[in-house]
Protein backbone atom coordinates (compact mmCIF):
# COMPACT_ATOMS: atom_id res chain seq x y z
CA UNK A 1 0.00 0.00 0.00
CA UNK A 2 0.95 3.04 -0.84
CA UNK A 3 0.33 6.32 1.09
CA UNK A 4 1.29 9.41 0.26
CA UNK A 5 1.58 13.22 2.39
CA UNK A 6 1.10 16.21 0.67
CA UNK A 7 0.97 20.22 1.29
CA UNK A 8 2.64 23.45 1.46
CA UNK A 9 5.70 24.26 3.24
CA UNK A 10 4.97 24.07 6.71
CA UNK A 11 1.90 22.72 6.91
CA UNK A 12 3.19 19.67 9.34
CA UNK A 13 3.96 16.87 7.12
CA UNK A 14 6.43 15.02 8.51
CA UNK A 15 5.17 15.34 12.53
CA UNK A 16 2.05 13.76 10.99
CA UNK A 17 4.16 11.14 9.53
CA UNK A 18 6.29 10.34 12.78
CA UNK A 19 2.95 9.64 13.94
CA UNK A 20 1.60 7.71 12.24
CA UNK A 21 4.74 5.34 11.87
CA UNK A 22 4.87 4.67 15.51
CA UNK A 23 0.71 3.92 15.10
CA UNK A 24 1.75 1.48 12.37
CA UNK A 25 4.57 0.16 13.78
CA UNK A 26 2.68 -0.80 16.85
CA UNK A 27 0.37 -2.67 14.70
CA UNK A 28 3.11 -4.62 13.92
CA UNK A 29 3.44 -3.20 10.61
CA UNK A 30 6.34 -3.37 8.26
CA UNK A 31 6.61 0.31 7.20
CA UNK A 32 9.12 2.14 4.66
CA UNK A 33 8.94 5.99 4.82
CA UNK A 34 10.83 7.88 2.16
CA UNK A 35 10.62 11.78 1.26
CA UNK A 36 10.99 13.68 -2.03
CA UNK A 37 13.18 14.41 -3.41
CA UNK A 38 15.67 12.06 -1.97
CA UNK A 39 15.78 9.02 -1.10
CA UNK A 40 18.53 6.95 -3.47
CA UNK A 41 21.81 8.17 -3.50
CA UNK A 42 21.65 10.08 -7.02
CA UNK A 43 18.12 11.10 -5.46
CA UNK A 44 19.60 12.69 -2.90
CA UNK A 45 22.50 14.49 -4.27
CA UNK A 46 19.60 15.94 -6.57
CA UNK A 47 17.78 17.43 -3.73
CA UNK A 48 20.57 18.99 -2.44
CA UNK A 49 21.26 20.59 -6.21
CA UNK A 50 16.78 21.82 -6.04
CA UNK A 51 16.82 23.16 -2.49
CA UNK A 52 20.17 24.99 -2.17
CA UNK A 53 19.20 28.44 -2.33
CA UNK A 54 22.15 29.94 -4.49
CA UNK A 55 21.32 27.89 -7.07
CA UNK A 56 19.14 29.55 -9.85
CA UNK A 57 16.97 26.59 -12.35
CA UNK A 58 14.64 27.16 -14.89
CA UNK A 59 11.00 26.28 -14.13
CA UNK A 60 11.43 22.90 -16.76
CA UNK A 61 14.97 21.98 -15.33
CA UNK A 62 13.29 22.31 -12.17
CA UNK A 63 10.84 20.10 -13.22
CA UNK A 64 12.95 17.67 -14.78
CA UNK A 65 15.40 17.72 -11.44
CA UNK A 66 12.23 16.68 -9.51
CA UNK A 67 11.23 14.02 -12.25
CA UNK A 68 15.04 12.51 -12.19
CA UNK A 69 14.66 12.36 -8.60
CA UNK A 70 11.07 10.24 -8.60
CA UNK A 71 12.48 7.94 -10.94
CA UNK A 72 15.55 6.18 -9.26
CA UNK A 73 13.36 6.47 -6.37
CA UNK A 74 10.50 5.20 -7.74
CA UNK A 75 12.30 2.42 -9.74
CA UNK A 76 14.85 1.63 -7.05
CA UNK A 77 12.71 1.30 -3.98
CA UNK A 78 8.88 2.29 -4.10
CA UNK A 79 8.28 -0.48 -6.65
CA UNK A 80 10.56 -3.23 -5.23
CA UNK A 81 9.06 -2.56 -1.94
CA UNK A 82 5.10 -2.29 -3.14
CA UNK A 83 5.98 -5.44 -4.90
CA UNK A 84 6.41 -7.34 -1.84
CA UNK A 85 3.34 -6.18 0.12
CA UNK A 86 5.46 -3.50 2.58
CA UNK A 87 3.76 -0.28 3.66
CA UNK A 88 5.36 2.36 2.10
CA UNK A 89 4.65 6.46 3.02
CA UNK A 90 5.66 8.93 0.87
CA UNK A 91 6.41 12.54 2.22
CA UNK A 92 5.38 14.38 -1.41
CA UNK A 93 4.68 12.92 -4.67
CA UNK A 94 3.90 13.85 -8.20
CA UNK A 95 0.86 15.73 -6.59
CA UNK A 96 3.69 18.08 -5.68
CA UNK A 97 4.76 18.46 -9.26
CA UNK A 98 1.32 19.46 -10.21
CA UNK A 99 0.75 21.87 -7.35
CA UNK A 100 4.40 23.56 -7.47
CA UNK A 101 5.65 23.31 -10.96
CA UNK A 102 2.33 23.52 -12.67
CA UNK A 103 -0.30 25.66 -10.79
CA UNK A 104 2.89 27.70 -8.81
CA UNK A 105 5.51 28.05 -12.02
CA UNK A 106 3.14 27.99 -14.73
CA UNK A 107 4.12 24.79 -16.74
CA UNK A 108 1.66 23.59 -18.87
CA UNK A 109 -0.67 20.80 -17.04
CA UNK A 110 -0.66 18.35 -20.01
CA UNK A 111 3.24 18.39 -20.79
CA UNK A 112 3.06 18.03 -16.85
CA UNK A 113 1.44 14.93 -17.25
CA UNK A 114 3.11 13.23 -19.53
CA UNK A 115 6.50 14.06 -17.11
CA UNK A 116 4.92 12.82 -14.54
CA UNK A 117 3.89 9.44 -16.19
CA UNK A 118 7.04 8.68 -17.29
CA UNK A 119 8.50 9.45 -14.16
CA UNK A 120 6.30 7.05 -11.77
CA UNK A 121 6.38 4.42 -14.43
CA UNK A 122 2.08 4.68 -13.62
CA UNK A 123 2.87 4.45 -9.94
CA UNK A 124 -0.32 5.98 -8.06
CA UNK A 125 -1.17 6.17 -4.04
CA UNK A 126 -4.20 4.34 -2.59
CA UNK A 127 -4.89 7.46 -0.40
CA UNK A 128 -3.34 10.84 -0.09
CA UNK A 129 -3.19 13.40 3.01
CA UNK A 130 -3.40 16.80 2.06
CA UNK A 131 -2.82 19.46 5.07
CA UNK A 132 -4.11 22.26 4.17
CA UNK A 133 -3.27 25.77 5.46
CA UNK A 134 -2.96 29.47 4.45
CA UNK A 135 0.37 30.04 2.81
CA UNK A 136 0.51 33.22 4.95
CA UNK A 137 0.54 30.73 8.60
CA UNK A 138 2.73 28.38 6.61
CA UNK A 139 5.54 30.86 6.26
CA UNK A 140 5.37 32.17 9.19
CA UNK A 141 5.80 28.49 10.95
CA UNK A 142 9.02 28.01 8.67
CA UNK A 143 10.19 31.67 9.41
CA UNK A 144 10.06 31.24 13.06
CA UNK A 145 12.41 28.21 13.00
CA UNK A 146 14.55 27.94 10.08
CA UNK A 147 16.39 28.84 7.21
CA UNK A 148 14.07 29.37 3.36
CA UNK A 149 15.44 26.81 0.64
CA UNK A 150 15.47 27.34 -2.21
CA UNK A 151 11.77 26.54 -2.97
CA UNK A 152 10.81 28.40 0.08
CA UNK A 153 11.95 31.44 -0.92
CA UNK A 154 9.09 32.05 -4.25
CA UNK A 155 6.93 34.09 -2.21
CA UNK A 156 3.59 34.21 -1.20
CA UNK A 157 1.94 34.51 -4.42
CA UNK A 158 3.54 31.73 -5.21
CA UNK A 159 2.40 29.38 -2.62
CA UNK A 160 -1.38 31.24 -3.04
CA UNK A 161 -1.22 28.99 -6.43
CA UNK A 162 0.26 26.25 -5.33
CA UNK A 163 -2.38 25.83 -2.78
CA UNK A 164 -4.82 26.57 -5.45
CA UNK A 165 -3.48 24.14 -7.12
CA UNK A 166 -3.98 21.42 -4.40
CA UNK A 167 -7.46 22.24 -4.17
CA UNK A 168 -8.64 21.91 -7.51
CA UNK A 169 -6.72 18.73 -7.51
CA UNK A 170 -8.56 17.41 -3.97
CA UNK A 171 -12.00 18.76 -6.03
CA UNK A 172 -11.29 16.34 -9.05
CA UNK A 173 -10.44 13.45 -7.11
CA UNK A 174 -11.88 12.95 -3.90
CA UNK A 175 -11.64 9.23 -3.91
CA UNK A 176 -7.86 9.46 -3.58
CA UNK A 177 -7.43 12.66 -1.69
CA UNK A 178 -7.98 13.14 2.35
CA UNK A 179 -8.33 16.97 3.00
CA UNK A 180 -7.19 17.76 6.97
CA UNK A 181 -7.18 21.33 8.22
CA UNK A 182 -3.56 21.82 9.46
CA UNK A 183 -4.64 24.17 12.26
CA UNK A 184 -6.28 21.79 13.98
CA UNK A 185 -4.51 20.23 17.33
CA UNK A 186 -1.72 17.51 16.17
CA UNK A 187 -3.42 14.71 18.36
CA UNK A 188 -6.82 15.63 16.33
CA UNK A 189 -4.69 15.77 12.84
CA UNK A 190 -4.07 12.30 14.04
CA UNK A 191 -6.99 10.78 14.81
CA UNK A 192 -8.43 11.94 12.19
CA UNK A 193 -6.04 10.49 9.74
CA UNK A 194 -5.89 7.19 12.05
CA UNK A 195 -9.54 6.84 11.54
CA UNK A 196 -9.64 7.28 7.54
CA UNK A 197 -7.18 4.48 6.85
CA UNK A 198 -8.91 1.94 9.41
CA UNK A 199 -12.24 2.40 7.57
CA UNK A 200 -11.14 2.43 4.18
CA UNK A 201 -8.07 -0.87 4.88
CA UNK A 202 -9.64 -2.19 8.01
CA UNK A 203 -6.81 -5.07 7.33
P1 LIG B 1 11.38 19.72 1.79
O1 LIG B 1 12.40 20.31 2.67
O2 LIG B 1 11.30 18.23 1.71
O3 LIG B 1 10.00 20.40 2.14
P2 LIG B 1 8.78 19.88 2.97
O4 LIG B 1 9.34 19.52 4.33
O5 LIG B 1 7.85 21.04 2.97
O6 LIG B 1 8.23 18.69 2.23
O7 LIG B 1 11.58 20.32 0.33
C1 LIG B 1 10.92 19.90 -0.76
C2 LIG B 1 10.55 21.12 -1.56
O8 LIG B 1 10.44 20.78 -2.93
C3 LIG B 1 9.21 21.71 -1.15
O9 LIG B 1 9.31 23.13 -1.22
C4 LIG B 1 8.28 21.24 -2.23
C5 LIG B 1 9.17 21.14 -3.42
N1 LIG B 1 8.76 20.15 -4.45
C6 LIG B 1 8.40 20.58 -5.72
O10 LIG B 1 8.40 21.78 -6.00
N2 LIG B 1 8.06 19.66 -6.66
C7 LIG B 1 8.08 18.32 -6.41
O11 LIG B 1 7.76 17.49 -7.30
C8 LIG B 1 8.47 17.88 -5.09
C9 LIG B 1 8.51 16.41 -4.77
C10 LIG B 1 8.79 18.83 -4.14
Same mark, same amino acid.
Given at each position: ?9 ? =? ?18 ? /???? +? ?5 ? &? ?27 ? &?????? /?????? =????? /??? *? ?69 ? /? +? +? ?10 ? +?? &??? *? =????? &? ?16
Amino acid at each position: MLITFEGIDG =AGKSTQINKLVSYLNSKNRE /VLTL +REPGGTE &VAEKIRTILLESRHEISPIGELLLFSASR &VELVQQ /VIRPAL =AVGKT /VIL *DRFFDSTTAYQGYGRGIDLSLLQSIIDISTCGTVPDITFYLDIEPEEALHRKFEHELLDRMERSGLEFYQH /V +R +RGYLEMISRNKE +RF &VCI *D =ALLPE &VTIQGQIIAFLEERFPA
